[in-house]
């Protein structure tokens, strides 16, 4: 179980890190383009916002378990990330992207779930 959830923080992180990295660099315009679609009904400086929580939470999920500090904060980020695909499924929904909701989003948000629920 330790190496399922340890191969899942790692894919999350690796994950968040992309996403977090695009949205906090790239124009509004750009992410859509390149397939990040789910920020169209927002302004941006809310998808920096997000983009921030998404490189700590990245972060969350790996170094404090790897290095046991604060390790209860690997759990708390894989909360914090369900509740972003929780936002990002809604979003694709409002955007009629149905294969979006039941494809990728919610294989991440159960990812998450896995994580918080194994850690904590």
Do not use: D
Request: charged share 10%; hydrophobic share 60%.
């Amino acid at each position: 179980m330790n190496t399922a959830l340890w191969i899942a923080q790692g894919l999350l992180a690796a994950v968040f890190l992309a996403s977090g990295s695009a949205k906090s660099t790239q124009s509004k315009e750009r992410m859509i383009a390149t397939g990040q679609t789910g920020v169209a009904p927002f302004p941006l400086r809310a998808i920096r916002v997000v983009a921030l929580l998404e490189l700590l939470a990245a972060i969350g999920l790996v170094v404090p378990r790897l290095t046991g500090t604060a390790p209860v904060l690997t759990p708390l980020a894989a909360v914090g990330l369900t509740a972003v695909m929780v936002g990002a499924a809604v979003s694709h929904w409002s955007l009629r992207e149905y294969k979006q909701v039941f494809g990728i989003n919610l294989v991440i948000l159960l990812a998450c779930l896995f994580v918080a629920l194994g850690r904590f």
